[in-house]
């Protein structure tokens, strides 16, 4: 067995737990400054928790123009007010952009330099400002990552920093934050954090060498990223739906934040896949929130790992309560599909050409997609230009079956086994600049 477990120092769980934050924040010092964006900063609930601050003796500075996505520009302000006030700690309240905007000013203010110095793995030179972060969405599972993704302009993809460093040093789930997510966000966030899940959990297996974490932010699939995984698809896929019909229910707010926590985990020592890389040139042509395009492209990228990973997925079916089955590879179909039901269910397009992605535009997708290295090489089945065409390809028509090439009626599948990768590891990959979030 092997595993690998990064994380923050502290994970405060459970509805009611950001009445904590006073006191973590008093403890790292007088001075916080507060990363937030412009709909939270005037929340009720956002003030009372800055006034709780306030009262444990901190003094609070509110950063409030984070931008979704991160522009470069967002984190350069950011972390010129940082300079300005001279913080003993970094709060971030929001969604996956204001934990990633958090974890920049941090880096920034502690280190030096311009977001574009700390582009790829390991090139943050050492420990950063502390950082507390309360996520509002059930999504991203940043608040326990050591990822931080950005927009470059003068990148046509996003662009992402991943280091150990940037774990957060506490993380506190209040379920209760989430209670004001609009159903869309609910959906597009949760399909996110569901896909998190799979990918980590059918991710690439390597060598277990002594030098493997040190070498590699993402290591692939291990003993304690699929405990984290499996039980997150299990809570995810059984609350999705629900909460996305009724956000009142706090017991499914509770579940859903359980379960993106979880596949944060997952992926933070896992890292994510094929899905991933194929969603950056589709956002960026389509302009469509992350979570929906990985989501609308996941049952496609199951449909091409299938022969690699048909014992993974027959277990993901288990957990998202699929009657069970005597044949491993009907069962691993049924896992594709109650994967694309659930989406379905939820609202997530089935094709890309429902996210008005044009079909002329495969083959640039595709070349762009091949740059995402670290995602690329962390395929369960290895990847060349022309599988992430097939996949797009597939996707803009909606037929899965052209992957999976009948593999329930014992023919073989559309790849060759022999091209599967295997059990082996690679040598070390170049740092890239496009990162998963």
Not at 180 to 204: K, N, R, V, W, Y
Not at 309 to 338: N, T
Not at 389 to 417: C, M, Q
Request: aromatic share 6%.
């Amino acid at each position: 067995m092997f595993g690998t477990f990064r994380s923050p120092k502290a994970v405060y769980f459970g509805a009611g737990q950001r009445a904590l934050l006073a006191r973590i924040v008093a403890g790292f010092g007088q001075r916080t400054l507060i990363c937030t964006d412009e709909r939270l900063a005037s929340d009720p609930v956002f003030g009372a928790l800055v006034e709780s601050v306030t009262r444990a003796g901190v003094a609070v500075t509110v950063f409030s123009r984070t931008l979704p996505d991160v522009p470069t520009s967002c984190v350069e302000d950011a972390a010129s007010v940082a300079r300005q006030i001279k913080p003993d700690s970094i709060v971030a309240i929001g969604g996956g952009s204001c934990l990633d905007l958090g974890k920049m000013a941090a880096l920034i203010h502690t280190h030096g330099g311009r977001p574009q110095d700390y582009y790829g793995e390991f090139k943050v030179p050492g420990p950063v400002l502390p950082i507390i972060a309360l996520p509002t969405t059930a999504g991203t599972g940043s608040e326990v990552t050591p990822v931080a993704v950005l927009s470059d302009p003068d990148k046509v993809l996003k662009v992402g920093v991943s280091d150990p460093h940037l774990i957060p040093s506490v993380a506190i789930c209040d379920p209760e934050l989430t209670l004001s997510c609009p159903a869309s966000l609910t959906a597009a966030t949760g399909a996110d954090a569901l896909t998190h899940a799979i990918e980590s959990f059918t991710a690439i297996r390597r060598s277990e060498e002594a030098g493997l974490p040190l070498e590699r932010v993402f290591v692939g699939k291990n003993a304690i990223s699929d405990h984290h995984a499996l039980e997150a698809v299990r809570l995810i896929s059984g609350a999705l739906a629900g909460v996305v019909g009724d956000g009142t229910r706090l017991d499914l707010r509770e579940q859903m934040m359980y379960g993106a926590m979880l596949a944060g985990q997952a992926f933070a020592n896992a890292g994510n896949a094929a899905a991933h890389a194929l969603q950056y040139p589709i956002g960026a042509l389509t302009h469509t929130a992350h979570g929906i395009g990985v989501a609308a492209l996941m049952p496609y990228v199951m449909a091409f790992n299938l022969p690699a990973r048909a014992a993974e997925f027959a277990a993901i079916a288990e957990a998202m309560g699929v009657e069970p089955d005597d044949s491993q590879d009907a069962l691993a179909l049924a896992a594709i599909d109650a994967v694309a039901a659930l989406y379905g269910e939820i609202g997530i397009p089935a094709t890309l050409a429902e996210l008005g992605f044009p079909e002329d535009r495969i083959e640039w997708a595709a070349e762009q997609a091949m740059t995402a290295a670290r995602l690329v090489h962390n395929n369960p089945v290895a990847l060349e230009l022309a599988d992430m065409k097939t996949i797009l390809t597939a996707a803009y028509h909606g037929d899965r079956t052209s992957l999976t090439d009948g593999r329930a009626n014992g023919r073989g599948p559309v790849h060759s086994v022999a091209r599967l990768q295997t059990e082996t590891a690679r040598g070390r990959i170049p740092s890239v600049e496009i990162q998963s979030s």
